[in-house]
Each structure stands twice: as structure tokens, then as C-alpha cells.
């Protein structure tokens, strides 16, 4: 009776495997491109986003006379985009329930 289960759990374990590595790229531009979009919505200050392969985007002011706050991020692994898609909401919803200002708000953005 165990051969079974276990020759199913393999089979199963191959799907997922596949599966993932045909939908995690697509995830990924998505997650990416949602993120960058609500960023460029930023009208005080400037964010760049420099990724892992020496890409760079600008979100807000441009030029040299930047009146807000000017920083960088840095993104190391591409799963930065999938959580930050994921888990945003998350966050803003812990920095209202506790009655705190939005982290970009903190800063000096405003989005």
C-alpha cells in the first residue's frame, strides 16, 4: 500500500515542478510590472530602482532640482517583485490598523 502514495507524491512533485517553471516568469513581468507602475505615480521625490542585471528605472521628479527626498533601491533577486506584489496590501493594512503613516509617507513621498 505505500508504493502507491509515494509514486503518486513523485509524479505529483514532477507537475508542480513543471508547472512552476512555466508560470514563474510570467509572475514575475507581472509582479514587476504592477510595482513599477503604482511607483511611477510618485509626484514628490525620485526612487530609482536599479535591478540585479544593471537596469534602472526613475519613479517621480526628474532633473537636477528634485524638491523631496532622492534614494535608491536596489533588488537583488526577482522574487522581490512577486512579494511585494503579494504582500503590499499586507503592510498597508498593519501600518492603518495601527494607526501609523504609510512607509512611503515617512519618507517624504507621496503617492
Given at each position: 500500500?505505500t ?5 503518486l ?16 516568469g510570467?509572475?514575475v ?51 522581490f ?22 512607509p ?6 507621496r503617492?
Open positions: 500500500m508504493i502507491i502514495p509515494q509514486s507524491n513523485y509524479y505529483a512533485d514532477g507537475i508542480r515542478r513543471y508547472a512552476g517553471s512555466v508560470t514563474w510570467p509572475l513581468q507581472l509582479s514587476r510590472s504592477a510595482i513599477l507602475s503604482t511607483l511611477s505615480k510618485i509626484t514628490v521625490g525620485q526612487l530609482k530602482v536599479i535591478e540585479a542585471d544593471g537596469h534602472t528605472t526613475i519613479c517621480g521628479e526628474l532633473g537636477a532640482n528634485i524638491k523631496g527626498p532622492s534614494t535608491e533601491l536596489r533588488v537583488h533577486k526577482e522574487t517583485w512577486v512579494r511585494m506584489l503579494l504582500f503590499a496590501d499586507m503592510v498597508r493594512a498593519q501600518t492603518l490598523a495601527l494607526r501609523k503613516p504609510h512611503f509617507h515617512a519618507l517624504g513621498y503617492v
